[in-house]
């Protein structure tokens, strides 16, 4: 820089000055952008430093035992044998007992809980703890029972499916009504139980008249237990249920008994079991966007409270659940059409997009093809479904994961999943991940309850495509309704 400065022999000199230090502000500039280097340098290394202080979980025995004998939970059972409660239960002479002990069996899980579920709505309506059994597949004593040629338990501890008050845990604050028990303490603390005979108080009506709400049936039961002051009470073991089979498909009898069974804590707060819990937690990259189990980041977004919630009420966010019942429906679709049945009740809620109208005047060849289409579709028919849902839910819902909950045999299974994706692909809405039941990493224990990890997760997804005539669909269903999901994210095949 030059400027005038001073004279010398009568001239003005142009003095230079010494060369001055570069403006403060582009050194600072640099300095500035130097230390943000630093800073950030650090953080990046301490970051890393984090990530890898972080074990990933230690890898799961995923190993199937070499005889292939099922789990049988002892554990579990030994846990129900020694619940918390029961030895200040045992010196109350004023704790009241209800135990169905003609309760639902032998058949698939979803007719089963819908009968537990009714029990316990009983047993909670009149101030009783609910006595709980297994998940009995076969009553006759055995261990083990065959099951389309694969051995299978013959019962599960009820705890191993679900959590919550159904198996002891404590009530809702404020809620005095006694905490569940397992039969076994029943009986060492009711030797002789009042036996109260289903046929003595279902008359006809309570069982076949469509005209009565089982709100009716309900209440009726409600007053004849609570007329009891015996502290047991006990169903007859060789009776009907009290709520038969087929009550639960229809809408007219069941849907008036909305708003008690959606406001019971035995709803509100349904839970499904510790290992169901943990079969869930390891696959979650299954349907969301999230790390496999074996990476370090997994243990980070878990300890930092990063990983969402996963609570029985908590959506799943971006996933599309699809029930895609094989097995024995391919017979019983059939009977069905035969049958002329409707869907079931919680599947059939005016609210819904998808209603199952029976085809009127058409030929039985019509009437069948209408009821596979609905129970029973092929790859085609989902891939159809599946697109035209996704479609009809873009604008509120933005699905970019697809899971498949199925007992399909694993090679149709794969074709459906590639032709799933291959049509979205097709049609430009390519799936982030498509995937299914098969999918899923799961321990020798977890694999005979894989039907509870497959409710838990259709109970949250940010919409189902379900079965109308299947009792696990319905009971999802059900469970999402308690929990205020909206009624269009409901949809049927
Ligand atoms: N894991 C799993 N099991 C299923 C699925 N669908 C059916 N199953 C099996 O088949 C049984 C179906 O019987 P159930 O629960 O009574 O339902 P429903 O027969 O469809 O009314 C279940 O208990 C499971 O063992 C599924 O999507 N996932
Ligand atoms: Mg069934």
Redesign the pocket.
Same mark, same amino acid.
């Given at each position: 820089m030059t400027a005038f400065h001073g004279k010398s022999d009568g001239h003005v000199l142009p003095v230079t000055h010494p060369k001055r230090p570069r403006s403060p502000s582009s050194y600072g500039l640099t300095r500035r952008l130097l230390r943000s280097l630093v800073a950030l340098a650090t953080l990046l290394v301490l970051a890393a430093f984090f990530v890898l202080s972080h074990e990933p979980p230690p890898p799961p025995d995923l190993s199937i035992p070499e005889d292939r004998l099922p789990p049988l939970y002892h554990d579990f059972r030994q846990r129900e044998l020694n619940l918390p409660h029961y030895d200040a239960y045992e010196n109350n002479s004023s704790i009241k007992y209800f135990w169905a002990a003609q309760h639902a069996h032998s058949?698939?899980?979803?007719?089963?809980?819908q009968d537990y579920v009714m029990m316990a709505l009983l047993a909670h309506a009149t101030g009783r703890s609910f006595v709980f059994d297994d998940y009995v597949w076969n009553a006759n004593g055995s261990i083990y029972s065959d099951f389309d040629g694969k051995l299978t338990p013959s019962r599960i501890p009820l705890s191993a499916l679900l959590g919550g008050l159904m198996v002891g845990g404590p009530m809702l604050p404020g809620d005095n009504t006694p905490r569940s028990v397992n039969k076994y303490f029943f009986e060492r603390v009711c030797p002789n139980p009042t036996v109260v005979h289903v046929s003595d108080v279902n008359t006809y009506d309570m069982r076949f008249n469509e005209l009565v709400p089982v709100s009716d049936v309900f209440n009726t039961w409600v007053d004849v237990i609570s007329a009891i002051d015996d502290p047991c009470v006990m169903l007859d073991p060789t009776e009907n249920q009290v709520f038969d089979n087929w009550v639960f498909g229809k809408k007219r009898r069941m849907l008036p008994f909305w708003p008690t069974i959606s406001r019971s804590p035995v709803l509100t707060s349904w839970d499904w079991s510790a290992l169901v819990h943990a079969a869930y937690k390891r696959n979650r990259h299954l349907f969301k966007r999230f790390p496999h189990p074996s990476s370090r980041f997994v243990t980070l977004l878990d300890n930092l409270g990063l990983s969402g919630s996963d609570t029985p009420s908590s959506v799943i966010e971006g996933l599309m659940a699809i029930?895609?019942?094989?097995? *024995?429906?391919e017979g019983?679709c059939r009977n069905l059409a035969k049958w002329d049945a409707d869907w079931?009740a919680w599947n059939s809620f005016p609210e819904f997009v998808d209603k199952f109208e029976k085809p009127r005047d058409a030929t039985p060849d019509e009437v069948l093809n209408m009821y596979i289409e609905h129970c029973y579709p092929d790859i085609q028919q989902i891939v159809d479904r599946v697109r035209r849902v996704r479609q009809e839910s873009r604008s509120k819902h933005n699905l970019n994961y697809l899971y498949i909950?199925?007992?399909a045999p694993v090679s149709w299974v794969e074709e459906l999943k590639s032709a799933l994706a291959e049509d979205a692909e097709k049609h430009r809405q390519k799936w982030k991940s498509v995937r299914s039941?098969k999918d899923l990493e799961l321990t020798w224990a977890e694999t005979f309850v894989?039907?509870g990890? *497959?409710m838990f997760v259709a109970q949250r997804a940010e919409v189902i495509i379900g079965?109308g005539?299947?009792?696990?669909?319905?009971?999802a269903v059900m469970l999402r309704m308690t929990n205020g999901f909206p009624t269009d994210s409901m949809r049927f095949w």
């Amino acid at each position: 820089m030059t400027a005038f400065h001073g004279k010398s022999d009568g001239h003005v000199l142009p003095v230079t000055h010494p060369k001055r230090p570069r403006s403060p502000s582009s050194y600072g500039l640099t300095r500035r952008l130097l230390r943000s280097l630093v800073a950030l340098a650090t953080l990046l290394v301490l970051a890393a430093f984090f990530v890898l202080s972080h074990e990933p979980p230690p890898p799961p025995d995923l190993s199937i035992p070499e005889d292939r004998l099922p789990p049988l939970y002892h554990d579990f059972r030994q846990r129900e044998l020694n619940l918390p409660h029961y030895d200040a239960y045992e010196n109350n002479s004023s704790i009241k007992y209800f135990w169905a002990a003609q309760h639902a069996h032998s058949s698939g899980w979803g007719n089963v809980m819908q009968d537990y579920v009714m029990m316990a709505l009983l047993a909670h309506a009149t101030g009783r703890s609910f006595v709980f059994d297994d998940y009995v597949w076969n009553a006759n004593g055995s261990i083990y029972s065959d099951f389309d040629g694969k051995l299978t338990p013959s019962r599960i501890p009820l705890s191993a499916l679900l959590g919550g008050l159904m198996v002891g845990g404590p009530m809702l604050p404020g809620d005095n009504t006694p905490r569940s028990v397992n039969k076994y303490f029943f009986e060492r603390v009711c030797p002789n139980p009042t036996v109260v005979h289903v046929s003595d108080v279902n008359t006809y009506d309570m069982r076949f008249n469509e005209l009565v709400p089982v709100s009716d049936v309900f209440n009726t039961w409600v007053d004849v237990i609570s007329a009891i002051d015996d502290p047991c009470v006990m169903l007859d073991p060789t009776e009907n249920q009290v709520f038969d089979n087929w009550v639960f498909g229809k809408k007219r009898r069941m849907l008036p008994f909305w708003p008690t069974i959606s406001r019971s804590p035995v709803l509100t707060s349904w839970d499904w079991s510790a290992l169901v819990h943990a079969a869930y937690k390891r696959n979650r990259h299954l349907f969301k966007r999230f790390p496999h189990p074996s990476s370090r980041f997994v243990t980070l977004l878990d300890n930092l409270g990063l990983s969402g919630s996963d609570t029985p009420s908590s959506v799943i966010e971006g996933l599309m659940a699809i029930h895609v019942r094989r097995g *024995d429906f391919e017979g019983h679709c059939r009977n069905l059409a035969k049958w002329d049945a409707d869907w079931h009740a919680w599947n059939s809620f005016p609210e819904f997009v998808d209603k199952f109208e029976k085809p009127r005047d058409a030929t039985p060849d019509e009437v069948l093809n209408m009821y596979i289409e609905h129970c029973y579709p092929d790859i085609q028919q989902i891939v159809d479904r599946v697109r035209r849902v996704r479609q009809e839910s873009r604008s509120k819902h933005n699905l970019n994961y697809l899971y498949i909950m199925t007992n399909a045999p694993v090679s149709w299974v794969e074709e459906l999943k590639s032709a799933l994706a291959e049509d979205a692909e097709k049609h430009r809405q390519k799936w982030k991940s498509v995937r299914s039941s098969k999918d899923l990493e799961l321990t020798w224990a977890e694999t005979f309850v894989s039907q509870g990890i *497959d409710m838990f997760v259709a109970q949250r997804a940010e919409v189902i495509i379900g079965n109308g005539w299947s009792s696990l669909t319905s009971n999802a269903v059900m469970l999402r309704m308690t929990n205020g999901f909206p009624t269009d994210s409901m949809r049927f095949w």
